[in-house]
């Protein structure tokens, strides 16, 4: 049977949708041509995008692949509690340690907005109800021992097998990494958080774990990136312990997926390789390279459904899979001009520059990327005294917010066509007051209302709307 196709401009599709006088968002785009409704969709992988958001060949962001090393994750502050005595030395972050213990304790006994009993307890109660695994429990049956065949499939049965059972898992976002020549550079050498032990790359079929090393195959494998989002109500809190909970709860998710991610494919006859949500490799570069958003001006992800408020996690696998590509949807262009996010910052320590450089600030960096580099020992000071939360870059972010207008649509597709109107766009978000504000600082004394707001809101489960795509 014939297919009927049409010739529709977007200019006369925005009509029909009644967007033609939505002005510069819709102009800026209606010049190009698509020709039915199935082309409004990227058809090179199994993920079917709008046709603002472009499959590309590489990373919006530049890579030199010949200037990656294996980084050390020991050296990264963000987060960390031993690497700051790296770089400020243990008199003066025993001092900033002192301090936050100080500010937590006036807070908490003040019953100051954000930082009450109840927020702390929400956000330790979120906490530690996982466990992170190399190998995986181990306790799925195994094709050996049910006397069966492995399970064998295409490559690109596998990749969509494996993304149904992890959109059960939780998962909102789902991707996939060959292990090359290129991406290898990416592994770690030494985790980000403990146990510390090295990662090994050895000639072995089956990825083991001793006292002193976490053994990776040198076989074909690809790395599995998974993002849930986090509740952006409880980001507007910001900076509070319940933006913590929210952070919090999501990395338990996310352990939880990886479990259940190893015994499914322990059934199946495969292995995966984990550790924990911030192990094996960072998780931006692997996000970015499936497909799952881009690198943006604070060296994070930005994805264009649910903006900078993801978690995200990575796995090894060998169970053969289809790569998902890069996306271009004008995110990193976009953060070139934008600022907000530097504009926000208590500390001072995101770049302001207008265009991203080669040169790292610092060791807590990699080498062989063209961003946006930041000062990591300022923003976890800052983070420290804010009883390790603060996240005002990711909650100010033009791109996180809800998007039940469908002038956010409009905007975002304008977006990933032009940069003109990129500052205009910022200004907008500014002027209609979105996201949380600068002067939300408790060290001056000053702490953002909405955290005694949200424990009156009726929010959906895990705090997220499950009916955004993909």
């Not at 010049?31 to 969709?41: I, N, P, R």
């Not at 090295?198 to 079929?205: A, G, K, M, N, W």
């Not at 949500?277 to 960072?282: G, H, T």
């Not at 946006?372 to 009883?387: G, H």
Request: with cysteine; charged share 20%; hydrophobic share 35%.
């Amino acid at each position: 049977m014939n297919s009927f196709h049409s010739t529709v401009s977007r200019r006369n599709f925005m009509k029909a949708l009644g967007l033609a006088g939505a002005g510069i968002g819709v102009s800026s785009v209606s010049g190009a041509v698509f020709h039915d409704l199935d082309e409004v969709t990227s058809e090179s992988s199994e993920v079917k995008h709008p046709w603002w958001i472009q499959e590309v060949d590489n990373p919006t962001l530049e890579v030199d692949w010949q200037a990656i090393g294996k980084f050390d994750a020991r050296k990264t502050v963000n987060g960390s509690s031993t690497a700051p005595y790296q770089y400020a030395g243990k008199e003066e972050w025993d001092k900033v340690l002192a301090e936050a213990a100080a500010n937590f304790k006036q807070w908490n006994g003040e019953n100051k907005p954000g930082w009450t009993l109840r927020d702390y307890i929400l956000s330790r109660a979120v906490g530690g109800a996982s466990t992170d695994f190399w190998v995986g429990p181990g306790k799925a049956p195994t094709p050996e021992s049910l006397g069966i065949p492995r399970w064998e499939g295409t490559p690109e049965e596998n990749s969509r097998m494996l993304r149904s059972a992890l959109k059960l898992f939780g998962a909102s976002l789902v991707g996939y990494t060959e292990l090359n020549e290129n991406t290898r550079k990416i592994l770690y050498s030494w985790p980000y958080n403990a146990p510390f032990k090295e990662y090994v790359i050895e000639d072995v079929d089956q990825g083991y774990e001793t006292a002193d090393k976490f053994v990776i195959p040198d076989r074909p494998l690809w790395v599995v990136s998974v993002m849930v989002p986090c509740s952006i109500e409880n980001f507007w809190t910001q900076p509070s312990l319940l933006g913590r909970a929210a952070t919090s709860n999501q990395s338990r998710v996310n352990t939880s997926i990886a479990n259940c991610a190893q015994e499914f494919l322990r059934g199946l006859g495969y292995q995966c390789l984990q550790g924990s949500a911030n192990s094996i490799a960072p998780g931006p570069a692997f996000s970015a390279l499936s497909g799952l958003g881009e690198v943006c001006r604070n060296t994070q992800v930005i994805n264009p459904y649910y903006g900078m408020l993801m978690r995200n996690m990575k796995m090894l696998t060998d169970l053969p899979l289809v790569p998902t590509k890069p996306i271009d949807a004008g995110i990193w262009r976009f953060c070139w001009s934008c600022r907000k996010c530097a504009e926000v910052c208590p500390s001072g320590a995101l770049s302001r520059d207008t265009e991203p450089s080669w040169e790292i600030p610092g060791a807590w960096h990699n080498t062989g990327k063209r961003a946006f580099y930041f000062d990591a020992i300022e923003c976890q000071r800052v983070r420290t005294l804010f009883y390790n939360e603060c996240a005002l870059c990711m909650s100010s972010c033009v791109f996180t917010k809800r998007d039940s207008a469908m002038i956010h649509e409009v905007i975002k597709s304008t977006v990933s066509t032009t940069s003109i109107f990129n500052p205009f766009f910022k200004t907008l978000d500014d002027f209609f007051g979105y996201g949380t504000r600068a002067d939300h600082n408790p060290t001056d004394g000053k702490y953002n209302p909405k955290s005694q707001e949200w424990w009156d809101l009726e929010l959906p489960a895990y705090g997220y709307d499950l009916n955004k795509p993909l």
